[in-house]
């Protein structure tokens, strides 16, 4: 099983960007794909997560938006009105035994992509 991130770079403060996860290996349309983001020094944190629904952190809400599309089994983290304390660099993650209550949790997933990072500049 294998999560390919990409989609990250360098953009000004208030741009966009999305970011892409193409899983392979298995099929994913019954598991949880999700984002998360580690910046320098900084615990990996959750950003959104899409099961039936889409789940986001608080500090992200409103301005980044989860998606997925199962035929390609991709899921898309679309990111605008980025802003500096953004940069990090992004994985995906997919879990298959996931339950709601632990949804943001990263100790939850299973299956981890190699990460891309995103850098907002002021």
């Known amino acids: 099983v294998q999560l390919q991130a990409s989609g990250g770079g360098l953009v000004q403060a208030g741009g966009s960007l999305r970011l892409s996860c193409a899983a392979s290996?298995?099929?994913?349309?019954?598991?949880?794909m999700a984002w998360f983001r580690q910046a320098p020094g900084k615990e990996r944190e959750f950003v959104a997560a899409?099961?039936?629904?889409?789940y986001y952190a608080d500090s992200v809400k409103g301005r980044f938006t989860i998606s997925r599309d199962n035929a390609k089994n991709t899921v898309y983290l679309q990111m605008n009105s980025l802003k500096p304390e953004d940069t990090a660099i992004y994985y995906c993650?997919?879990?298959?035994?996931?339950?709601?209550?632990?949804?943001?949790?990263?100790?939850?997933?299973?299956?981890w992509g190699q990460g891309t990072q995103v850098t907002v500049s002021s």
């Open positions: 993650a997919a879990g298959a035994r996931i339950i709601t209550s632990t949804i943001t949790e990263k100790t939850a997933y299973d299956y």
């Open positions: 290996g298995r099929s994913f349309r019954n598991t949880v």
């Open positions: 899409f099961r039936w629904t889409e």
